[in-house]
């Protein structure tokens, strides 16, 4: 992050955009504004709806947020996201290795994706040194769209990252797992179309699926009652369980110690409880732990953290 200048994050999501403005300070960050949009009435491929520009560009100038680089995040079905175990070597051949790896073993054209990878950490596994990596691809045709958002409002790209992966920079406030512990943290972010469900590993993502099933579900029922949105939980609980089983067949086998919620789904009456007790696993909310380095936050935006936690994890990459 250039040092004392303002940047800008922000979110676009099925339902809402929220956009956060800070700068570095001290070992952190400091907000210098916020703001959020509702984009209910929008489609479901909200980087295309033209409406959706000029709800922004309001926002943007209704809050005075005039920081013209920006960071975003994205996430979604067409996502890749997979941890790669390679032999360990020098950056380049490690770049080397990890495209042979998605030329051989997933069915996409490479040419057709933004790929990136980050090297994770170093094991010792049978006396030989590991690289677990971590490999994020997107589709081009992706990205464009939103570049091409940022490009209407005049605005600058300046980092675009996987949601997920951006907040393991929130956990770095927390008390590091030990290194042989067997158990993962899991992130629920239940928005208006969709659910996304990750898997942390040592404050890393490890894995992130989308759920097709989101809040629209019963926003549009006629039978809006506690049953409805008991089903509604229910599908999303069922394919955590799937998720959770591939999870442990895939070998690592760790438990899942506890689930933070957020999302505006998150706000779902005594979900916190239901989740857990259908689960039996301890759920919670992100709160004041995460946010030990992120100064100026005000009662709006606390209020809100449900809905503006994706881009406080962005804002916090802006600070290494």
């Known amino acids: 992050m250039l040092f004392n200048k303002n940047i800008l994050v922000m ?10 403005q800070g700068k570095r300070y001290k070992n952190g960050v400091r907000i210098t504004g916020h703001g959020i949009c509702d984009v209910k009435e929008g ?20 809050k005075k947020l005039k920081a013209k680089n920006v960071s975003m995040g994205i996430k979604g079905r067409d996502l890749i996201i997979r941890r790669l175990s390679l032999p360990d070597m020098k950056h380049k051949e490690l770049q080397q290795a990890v495209y042979y790896e998605i030329t051989e073993y997933l069915p996409i054209d490479y040419n057709e994706y933004v790929i990136n990878s980050k090297k994770l950490d170093v094991i010792n596994k049978d006396g030989e040194a590991r690289a677990e990596v971590l490999l994020a691809a997107a589709p ?3 990205i464009d769209k939103y570049t091409d958002i940022l490009g209407r409002l005049k605005l600058k790209a300046r980092v675009i990252d996987v949601f997920s992966n951006s907040m393991s920079n929130l956990f770095q406030n927390l008390p590091q797992e ?17 659910a996304t469900f990750a898997l942390m590993e040592k404050g890393n993502l490890y894995l992130e699926r989308e759920i097709s099933f989101g809040t629209k ?14 089903d509604a939980i229910d599908e999303i609980l069922e394919h955590i ?26 706000k779902l009456k005594d979900i916190e409880n239901y989740i857990k007790a259908c689960l039996n696993v301890e759920t919670r909310f992100f709160g004041h732990e995460f946010l030990n380095n992120i100064y100026g936050l005000d009662k709006e935006l606390m209020d809100n953290i449900h809905l503006y936690i994706n881009c406080l994890g962005l804002l916090l990459r802006e600070a290494k």
Do not use: W
Request: hydrophobic share 35%; glycine share 8%.
């Open 241 to 266: 369980t799937k998720i959770m089983d591939y999870y442990i067949l895939s070998g690592s086998g760790k438990r899942l110690k506890l689930i933070y919620i957020h999302g505006g789904g998150a």
């Open 217 to 230: 579900v019963i926003d549009e029922s006629i039978y809006n009652t506690k049953n409805k949105t008991r």
């Open 43 to 62: 489609s479901e491929d909200i980087a295309e709806e033209a409406d959706v520009v000029e709800k922004i560009h309001k926002l943007l100038m209704q």
């Open 178 to 194: 030990d290194e042989n512990s067997d158990e993962c943290i899991g992130i629920l972010d239940i928005g208006y179309i969709s």
């Open 140 to 142: 081009k045709s992706k």
């Open 11 to 20: 979110d676009i999501g099925s339902r809402y955009v929220k956009v956060v």
